[in-house]
């Protein structure tokens, strides 16, 4: 099945109206064809809401209708409408494939699968046997466990984890092999939001002869489209990986995972089309070999759900900066970490790394921010860079109080004690136990994954709500606690 079937079957009815209109219209010159619904040259907020919701041709109706048939129906042997067996495609999930790839800047194709996890395993088996990948080293855990203790026993992977914040560049080039077939990296990483930077390694795995270098693929599920587009300059990736269940879906009710491949100018201008179009076909026959595939309801709620994904991924950065700066002025906080902060190490390669959509927003903030005057204009140079923030508890200079972070999570209102992130609410967790819990001890501290550690999802609700909540629990957890306990115990001796 190609999916440009069904993209010229919604088309061509509508250029079949527009015809029978020229020829009542002018006698002689014909009035061009309709233009098609959306194309990649569209903004991101109409590519998010019109490439993959074309019309229905059938009823005309506005929303595409849930297909969920598992079987399609054949007029002759091998002849039918694009759609054969769900697994293979089914309209939802095609709707949904090319949404990914028209908003994905200089994307071409995107292949969806029933979770971020089962994306990424399908990247690593495409790779065949004794593949080596270089990977940042604070990857995603799920990832970190897939490369070392599957595809190295399953299919002999060698996997090098690179800090590449510290490494020089001979370093990184030293680590590369013959067999390495793969860079990979996440923006920014998870729970510590490290923003390595991005655009100068990939600007030196790019000055290795292109049909020997490895490959690039970015994790962005942390950023989304919105913020950052790895397939195009200056990070100009080879995939685009994203874990849908989070930002992309934005309402935690969805599973899913997808990998975006650059189009066919882009792979041309890199150097590695005809590479390109062999991984789309290996990962494509993978995808339907494992069948580890989003169902139709599934892909139906993503592409709703990534309509509003642009007004949500602003509302995320502008609450979360508002809440970081909030944090770095309290004293029961030790350390705030979020990259559109002007002290973060990696605020450089934040902004270097802005998609052009985001770019314009994170302008238009700071223009806005710049005008504001006295105690409301804090940090110079700050910007909004996604909703995920991550803060160590305590006072400065004091020792660490093991229970407190553990503390503030059971005492917020708001912010749901729960893995996972990017929706609509907002979320905490404890990454030392919860997320990383089964990252070895010393790894973690090494990390940075500390007890005192406490990461925030901030969602969409009103930001003044979000700060009292924070506050209140800020305060009891260092020190209002122990008042508490005590007046709990006079009342109870009472
Ligand atoms: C950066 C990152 N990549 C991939 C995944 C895996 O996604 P999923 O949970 O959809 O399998 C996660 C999950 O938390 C993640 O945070």
Do not use: C
């Given at each position: ?62 929303i ?236 139906w709620l993503a592409l709703r759900g990534a309509k509003t ?186």
């Amino acid at each position: 099945m190609s999916p440009s079937i069904v993209q010229s079957n919604g088309h061509s009815n509508g250029h079949t109206a527009t015809n029978g209109h020229a020829t009542n219209g002018s006698q002689s010159t014909p009035l061009p064809a309709k233009p098609t619904h959306a194309n990649t040259s569209d903004g991101f907020s109409t590519r998010a809401i019109h490439i993959g919701s074309e019309h229905s041709s059938e009823t005309g109706a506005v929303i595409p209708p849930i297909s969920l048939s598992t079987t399609y129906a054949q007029s002759a042997v091998g002849v039918h409408k694009g759609f054969e067996y769900t697994r293979s495609l089914n309209p939802n999930r095609d709707s949904l494939e090319r949404m990914l790839a028209g908003l994905e800047t200089n994307g071409g194709k995107a292949l969806a699968f029933a979770s971020g996890s089962a994306t990424t395993a399908t990247i690593l088996q495409a790779l065949g046997t004794g593949a080596h990948v270089l990977s940042i080293n604070d990857v995603y855990g799920g990832t970190f466990r897939y490369m070392s203790k599957v595809a190295s026993q399953l299919q002999g992977l060698e996997t090098t984890f690179v800090d590449f914040d510290s490494a020089t560049d001979e370093e990184v080039l030293a680590s590369i092999r013959p067999n390495t077939k793969l860079i990979w990296i996440e923006t920014p990483t998870n729970p510590t939001l490290r923003l390595p930077p991005i655009a100068h390694i990939t600007s030196l795995i790019h000055s290795l002869p292109a049909a020997s270098r490895p490959l690039i693929a970015i994790d962005s599920t942390f950023l989304s489209p919105f913020y950052v587009s790895p397939l195009s300059a200056p990070i100009s990736a080879d995939l685009a990986v994203h874990s849908i269940t989070k930002y992309i879906n934005g309402h935690s009710d969805v599973l899913m995972g997808a990998v975006i491949l650059p189009n066919a100018s882009t792979a041309e201008a890199n150097g590695n089309k005809d590479t390109i179009d062999a991984l789309y076909a290996r990962l494509q026959f993978l995808q339907n070999a494992h069948g580890a595939v989003p169902g139709a309801f599934d892909a139906w709620l993503a592409l709703r759900g990534a309509k509003t994904l642009s007004l949500r991924m602003k509302e995320h950065g502008r609450s979360a900066i508002k809440l970081a700066r909030f944090l770095l002025a309290h004293p029961l906080v030790k350390e705030v970490i979020y990259p559109g902060l002007a002290e973060h190490p990696g605020h450089n390669s934040a902004a270097k790394i802005l998609a052009p959509h985001a770019r314009k927003f994170v302008d238009e903030w700071v223009l806005a921010d710049e005008a504001k005057e006295g105690n409301e204009r804090k940090g110079k140079g700050d910007f909004p860079f996604g909703g995920m923030v991550s803060f160590r508890i305590g006072r400065a200079g004091e020792l660490a109080d093991e229970g407190a972070a553990e503390r503030f999570l059971t005492r917020t209102r708001l912010f749901t004690l729960a893995e996972s992130l990017g929706g609509v609410e907002s979320l905490a967790e404890l990454p030392e136990k919860m997320t990383h819990g089964s990252i070895p001890p010393a790894e973690r501290l090494a990390l940075g994954i500390t007890p005192d550690l406490v990461r925030l999802s901030v969602g969409v609700e009103d930001i003044d709500d979000l700060i009292a909540d924070v506050e209140q629990a800020l305060s009891w957890a260092v020190e209002g606690w122990n008042s508490t306990s005590t007046s709990v115990a006079s009342s109870d001796s009472e």
